[in-house]
């Protein structure tokens, strides 16, 4: 069983708070960053070098950190890699090129309305009125940002559909990766920083097999421009970077509210459409209007009257 903390009803603390904000724009930043990347690469191999990128930089510091980890700890914190690094940010790759940055993020908003259907599955956890009008706004927001069309025009037939899986499969494996990452920080898990690293690890390692292959899979058309500043600034901000206030997060606030705050990327992202040649229209600005009003119902962050 996954141990969890109460619910704070006290005030909340502004590091977590503002850790898990810069998260999201982190990630809103970079996932528009590796869309415009240039590549060969399937989304599998990509996310592997990313992985590796981002290990190589953060293991220098988390190894000068004194570390206390407890086996559950470890495991966990591995496990949680493995579902929400490798498999999910695969996935989310491979819906990032068939959906753009703000539709994708978008999608993956509904990590708190599946973490709060969850309890209900699993837990018994049955949500406030608030709460479930919450899970509606972020339905609605899912709902619009299927029914719009893909910034790019050269995609194959059904591509639009198939992404609409993918981002699905990685808003779950995301949750689960967040819930895992949780459980571990609780178990008596290492610093940020080095909670960070072993997720990254873990997902590494279990994706070593795909670097057989590789630099042929690698050859293709080179572009005039180089394409490692991009990659390198796209894992600075995504992946290391945005790891780190992750786990900071999580660390400092109860899931529900960092998964929450986590999910407001899809509005961080909207002032970003127009440079990749999204016109996010009335249906994405009250998508990401409706996501970030039921993200903050969901987490508590406003409630009813009576509610």
Do not use: Y
């Not at 293991?59 to 086996?71: K, M, R, S, T, Y």
């Amino acid at each position: 069983m996954i141990a969890t903390l109460p619910p704070s009803c006290g005030p909340l603390s502004a590091a977590p708070v503002a850790a898990a904000l810069a998260a999201a724009f982190c990630w809103a930043f970079a996932s528009l960053l590796w869309r415009r990347l240039p590549t060969s690469l399937s989304a599998a191999r990509l996310n592997l070098l990313k992985n590796l990128l981002a290990v190589a930089l953060l293991l220098p510091l988390a190894l000068a950190l004194p570390w206390q980890v407890a086996p559950r700890s470890l495991l966990l914190l591995a496990l949680s890699g493995v579902l929400g690094i490798a498999l999910g940010d695969t996935l989310f790759f491979a819906a990032l090129r068939r959906l753009g940055t703000r539709r994708t993020l978008t999608i993956d908003a509904g990590g708190p309305a599946v973490t709060s259907l969850a309890g209900v599955a699993l837990l018994g956890e049955v949500p406030r009125l608030a709460q479930w009008l919450g899970i509606a706004l972020i339905s609605l927001a899912v709902l619009l940002v299927v029914h719009q069309r893909a910034p790019r025009e050269d995609q194959p037939e059904g591509a639009e559909g198939v992404g609409v899986a993918l981002a699905l499969g990685a808003l779950a494996c995301g949750s689960g990766g967040a819930l895992l990452a949780r459980a571990g920080l609780l178990a008596g898990g290492p610093e940020p920083l080095q909670a960070a690293t072993l997720r990254l690890g873990a997902a590494a390692v279990v994706m070593l097999p795909l670097l057989v292959g590789l630099a042929r899979a690698a050859q293709g058309p080179r572009p005039a421009s180089r394409r490692w500043p991009l990659a390198l600034a796209a894992t600075l901000l995504g992946t290391s970077a945005g790891i780190v206030l992750q786990q900071t997060a999580l660390a400092g606030l109860p899931g529900g509210l960092a998964v929450a705050l986590l999910s407001t990327a899809p509005v961080m992202a909207l002032p970003l459409a127009a440079l990749e040649g999204d016109r996010p229209g009335w249906r994405g600005v009250v998508a990401a209007a409706a996501a970030l009003a039921g993200v903050s119902l969901v987490a508590g962050l406003v409630g009813l009257p009576g509610a």
